[in-house]
């Protein structure tokens, strides 16, 4: 069965947050899937960190949806309350096998009522915000919280950890593992300033 999966974009998400996710879905896509990037319209965003770009499709013109990933950054702020957006990602969610987020797209979620009554986690400097003003579980020094489809990954880098995960469900394990060696990704935390 093919997979399409749909990132959403809009000013101010954290670059990260969308292109790490990226990145492990289209080197795991398998022949008929797909990785769209969608926004509210298909003119350019402009991500937190200056980084422009032109997404696949508006809302109006957006495929169905397998996977919904919605990222984070500042700009989640301000979309919180905005109907449009909340409403899109509420109806898209609904036929969705998967609904992911990544760092502070968990506000989205919540706001468009998604995680009511569900763990999840977000990044570690919102988490405090998030356990105060909602009604979730929301869990700290995870990388990623699974609570029946839906998925939610802490800040940044946490969103290629969920997103190799995610390919594990998609597909196998194995061809996630085999993603993760394409792209390198072999993490050794702490950080070492002298080498």
């Not at 969308?18 to 879905?25: D, S």
């Not at 949806?65 to 509420?90: E, H, N, Q, Y």
């Not at 400097?125 to 700290?140: C, F, Q, R, W």
Request: with cysteine; charged share 15%; proline share 6%.
């Amino acid at each position: 069965m093919p997979f399409t999966t749909g990132i959403l974009l809009f000013d101010g998400v954290e670059e990260l947050d969308f292109a790490g996710p990226y990145e492990v879905l289209t080197i795991a896509k398998k022949e008929g899937d797909s990785v769209v990037t969608i926004a509210a319209t298909a003119d350019p965003i402009t991500g937190f960190n200056g980084l422009k770009v032109v997404p696949d499709h508006g809302f109006d013109d957006a495929p169905a949806l397998d996977v919904l990933l919605v990222p984070g950054g500042m700009g989640t702020r301000p979309l919180a309350t905005d109907a449009t957006t909340l409403d899109w990602i509420k109806t898209v969610a609904a036929g969705c096998t998967w609904v992911t987020s990544v760092c502070t797209g968990a506000i989205l979620l919540h706001a468009a009522g998604l995680l009511a009554g569900k763990q999840c986690t977000t990044h570690w400097g919102y988490i405090p915000t998030m356990k105060e003003e909602s009604d979730v579980t929301v869990l700290e020094d995870v990388r990623y919280v699974r609570d029946g489809n839906v998925v939610t990954a802490a800040g940044v880098s946490a969103g290629i950890d969920m997103s190799l995960w995610l390919v594990g469900q998609m597909y196998d394990v194995q061809h996630a593992r085999d993603v993760q060696l394409m792209i390198e990704y072999n993490p050794a935390p702490p950080y070492a300033a002298i080498v």
